[in-house]
């Protein structure tokens, strides 16, 4: 077995402006991807989510989703036994009786089958089995391997989004101009109450269609969606929808842009299998990113952006108070969601200093404008450039902590108590996949969980307990 490195190792380090990458060969320290199904199932409200695995599977959701069992959760666990993974039973038909039962008891707009490692394994043919049932049951199914061979949890939003891409219709398939207007639930929301002859008394400036693709809660999608109607820019649809009967549009050139950093499979989707052209921008992470994000946008829509750097400025000075309390302190990253860049960036702006960007997976390309404005951050804030560090070893990264002694590390929640054992302060990273993190107007969100631990620290040195455990951690 040979170590990979991003760049061989004579070529790091020579151009200190540049970002140095580098690649270790830890394990992926993240969650089972199957885990998407818990913000996938509130966000597509008509759909029906069936995991098929074994019962580890089974265990694992009861964990991660048993908090939610008293708001009867539109997934299932489709659970494989023996006679299964040696391929004696029949997998067509005891899938079949599955979705005949899911179709009778609550009666979907879509089966979402989410495969999971055994599913690979045994070779079974999911997407061959699955167009038959849908012929004869009458309901769409559709098929996302999103499994525990990926490298971070969050990727498995980005199986099913590149699968729902595919269901996408076109222009051909819709009939009519209202009915195209219609299927975007979000802007039906915006429209609620106004006369139709209102809808159209708007300054919008015509241009080619826009799809945003990433699952955000709606209040998140109609703040973005406000934000680009402020520049006159209209979006004609979010993948996913609110419900699988109003996916977008999607024909041959239309514009696409992501919401988050791990919906790389989807955005390959989009442009290679849909034809559509990707916006290549920042993540709307932070009052730095959303302007850049909507910047972008505007860019490739050939529209002149007003207004973002009052607005920018605006927040800044309204989350103050975070901000100093924060402000001449390091944070370290050890990797876990795909958002470690994107979270960097903005806390550098804020002032900190980030030794180390952990993440288990990079994309270069997808994130190519992430990382340039990260870039650009450091040296307007005139602070070193943090090395980014893809699948990383989590013994070589507590040996550096010990060394740079970090304010903050931002960790997965399997090794925060440890950590914290040691006198380090942690913040869990899966906290940022839920909270909303996303826009102008949510900045203050991320500022509340990243100073919540100094907070917490400083009330504790009040009472004399933070220095008792910094004290048992050296002995």
Known sequence: MTIATSQPPQQQGLNPDAL?????????????????????????????????????????????????????????????????????????????????QIKRDRNPSVIVWIGTCTTEIIKMDMEGIAPRIEAEIGIPIVVARANGLDYAFTQGEDTVLASMALRCPTSKQVTSEDEKVERNAIQKLL?????????????????????????????VATQLTLELQKQGIEVSGWLPAKRFTELPVVDEGDFVAGINP????????????????????????????????????????????????????????NVEDYVKLIRGKSVFFMGDNLLEVSLARFLIRCGMTCHEIGIPYMDKRYQQSELELLTKTCHEMGVPLPTIVEKPDNYNQIKRIEALKPDLVITGMAHANPLEARGITTKWSVEFTFAQIHGFTNTRDILELVTRPMRRNEALDGLGWEKLVREEAKV
């Open 20 to 100: 140095k990458f580098d690649c270790e060969t830890g394990n992926y320290h993240t969650f089972c991807p199957i885990s998407c199904v818990a913000w996938l199932y509130q966000k597509i409200e008509d759909s029906f989510f069936l995991v098929v695995g074994t019962k580890t599977c089974g265990y694992f959701l009861q964990n991660a989703m048993g908090v939610m069992i008293f708001a009867e959760p539109r997934y299932a666990m489709a659970e494989l036994e023996e006679g299964d993974i040696s391929a004696q039973l029949n997998d067509y038909n005891e899938l079949k009786r599955l979705c005949e």
């Open 191 to 219: 429209n609620f109450g106004n006369k139709k002859e209102d809808l159209t008394a708007a300054p919008m400036v015509k241009h080619k269609p826009l799809v945003l693709f990433g699952s955000v809660p709606d209040p």
């Open 262 to 317: 791990f919906l790389s499979r989807t955005a390959t989707t989009l442009m290679r299998r849909r034809k559509a052209n990707l916006i290549n921008a920042p993540f709307p992470i932070g009052p730095d990113g959303t302007r850049a994000w909507i910047e972008s946008i505007c860019k490739a829509l050939d529209i002149e952006p007003t207004g973002l750097a009052e607005r920018e400025a605006q927040i800044w000075e």
